[in-house]
């Protein structure tokens, strides 16, 4: 059938199973908006106009995560696209998958230094799994379906198609084809015959699976690492909680891989790393075996690679070869999809215990920590679990808080933790906030931010309250930039500069400026009444919380230390 190329895109995401977009309208992006009212597609899509094109990267960031769907976001050309760019590179170097969906200035225009003109495409290619720049109308709806099959397949990851301005004036001929076919159909079809772009993940060498359940067999020491790997992988957590149960051995996870393991588990360590616990830290230094599931040894986990787990064989599983031996000499390796790797190991494992190992590892686990009149981090994230019976999706921005929630919050499934962990992104978390919560409806959803992060994208607020998204945002407000003071404090002679934030606003008084319920709190018993009052309202809230300005995030280990040199206890 003949369609304008506009009317295509949208029967395209309809094809993916697309509910939702997140974005903001522009000049060269018209024609494409101009669909929802003219063909009644805003009944079949919700679109969600954001207050910013950065906040609608990181909701449909959000709602990737938090749903395990392909994200969608929209933005014209120039600024509106390159405002993305925060967001692309946040889901890249944490593999959510999205597609960004940018039109650019007219085939006549590119070049030519044109009004909001930009090359997208080459500005965004290092952040990308993939890019497009669209210059027919007939090659639309091959582009989109093969964009979304490469944004969830394998590693997962962000994807930007860039559509000239004519190309959205455009008819052309449409073939409805459900999802299930675009395999065997057009440029998917072409890609996939070719050996070097093989969407389906290979099979694990069943000779790695043998090999390394004989290292488990002759270990004394194990420690299982879990990473983010295991929770983008569908499925996959079920498969590794089997397996490391069958294992019977301490658990440690990157912040990405909060959630795989839960939280109040008796075989987990807590985090490792920079910010990892006292057990989880000494456990990988004295492990004689370390089998990593689907991480990418950062700096903040791996500070030291030449001693980190020094009297261990290292196994890396992961899905993407590039990760092998990129920061940490391994002794084995198996590339796979997490799920089918760990399914094939369960169906070789044999039960396994270590009392010994286990009671030395867990001997190091951090006393409890005391409560008085001040309101403590510790007393905010616990509060958050009480009252939400642990069933909140927690989203967080960057820094002192973000350790906070990963170390006191005990989550127990995939998409509980929305974070960004590789990019570090101040500004990101009232975005994926909104996104998480236009996901899971019938999910509690909380922001724990900083005062620095929040001050960042909260105009977002007023996306909130238009669409009544009821997102609690928790402030932890110690009037400085608090990680940044911590490293001041501790590295720098005490030398604060440019970290007080000893200015406004007044965090109820904006909330209220955007039509929002707000309550500032210094203890404990007022942080509980004020979030069971939030969450009772199914209102979007801001809960302010006075914390101390020198409060830190313990442990801590200096970049560049073995995982042991604690800094910090």
């Keep these: 059938m003949k369609m304008k190329s506009p009317q295509v895109l949208m029967e395209c995401l309809l094809e993916q199973g697309v509910d939702t977009v997140f974005g903001y309208p522009g000049g060269t992006i018209l024609n494409i908006y101009d669909e929802f009212e003219r063909s009644g597609y805003k009944e079949k899509i919700r679109h969600i106009l954001t207050a910013h094109e950065q906040g609608a990267s990181h909701a449909a960031d959000g709602y990737a995560r938090s749903t395990g769907k392909v994200g969608v976001c929209f933005a014209t050309s120039g600024p509106g696209a390159t405002n993305l760019t925060t967001g692309i590179a946040t889901a890249y170097m944490d593999s959510s998958p999205v597609v960004f969906i940018t039109v650019n200035v007219g085939e006549n225009l590119i070049g030519k230094d044109s009004f909001q003109e930009v090359d997208i495409t080459g500005i965004t290619m290092p952040i990308t799994k993939c890019n497009y720049l669209v210059r027919r109308a007939e090659d639309l709806a091959d582009v989109i379906r093969e964009a979304f099959a490469i944004a969830r397949s394998g590693r997962p990851g962000p994807v930007l198609i860039d559509i000239l301005k004519n190309v959205t004036y455009e008819e052309v001929d449409y073939r409805p084809l459900p999802v299930e076919q675009h395999a065997a159909h057009g440029r998917l079809a072409a890609m996939l015959r070719r050996a070097s772009h093989d969407l389906k993940t290979p099979e694990p060498d069943h000779g790695d699976i043998q090999k390394l359940l004989d290292m488990i067999a002759a270990s004394q020491k194990p420690l299982v690492l879990v990473g983010g790997g295991v929770i983008r992988s569908k499925g996959a957590v079920p498969e590794f909680r089997k397996f490391f149960e069958t294992l019977n051995a301490p658990v440690t ?155 006191y919050y005990h989550f127990s499934r995939p998409g509980q933790l929305i974070t960004s962990g590789g990019f570090g992104t101040m500004g990101f978390g009232l975005g994926a906030a909104m996104g998480a919560k236009m996901g899971n409806p019938d999910k509690p959803v909380v922001l724990c931010t900083g005062d620095g992060c929040f001050r960042m994208n909260c105009h977002e607020l007023a996306t909130v309250e238009h669409y009544h998204i009821p997102v609690i945002t928790v402030i932890f407000n110690n009037q400085t930039l608090g990680m940044v003071r911590q490293w001041q404090h501790l590295i720098y002679g005490e030398r604060y500069s440019q970290t007080d934030l000893d200015r406004g606003p007044d965090f109820v008084k904006l909330a209220n400026a955007y039509g929002i319920g707000g309550a500032r709190c210094a203890t404990q018993a007022e942080f509980e009444a004020a979030l069971k009052k939030a969450v009772a309202s199914g209102e979007p809230w801001v809960i302010e919380c006075a914390i101390d300005k020198d409060a830190m995030v313990h442990p801590m280990v200096p970049g560049g230390a073995p995982v042991t040199d604690f800094l910090l206890d």
């Design 253 to 407: 996870s990157t912040i990405m891989g909060g959630g795989a393991c839960p939280g109040s588990h008796r075989l987990f360590t807590g985090m490792i790393g920079m910010h990892g616990s006292h057990a989880s830290n000494f456990a990988v230094d004295q492990c004689d075996l370390l089998i990593a599931i689907g991480c990418r040894f950062s700096d903040r986990v791996a500070l030291d690679p030449a001693t980190f787990a020094r009297n261990a064989k290292i196994v890396h599983i992961d899905i993407d070869r590039s990760e092998i031996d990129k920061n940490v000499k391994t002794d084995h390796h198996i590339i796979g999809d997490a799920r089918r790797v760990l399914e094939l190991l369960n169906q070789g494992m044999t039960p396994h215990d270590y009392p010994e190992w286990k009671e030395w590892v867990f001997s190091h686990k951090e006393v409890p920590l005391k409560k008085d009149d001040i309101l403590h981090p510790h007393e905010v994230l616990e509060t958050i679990q009480a009252v939400t019976g642990g069933d909140a999706i927690i989203t967080t921005d960057v820094g002192q808080h973000q350790m906070w929630s990963a170390q």
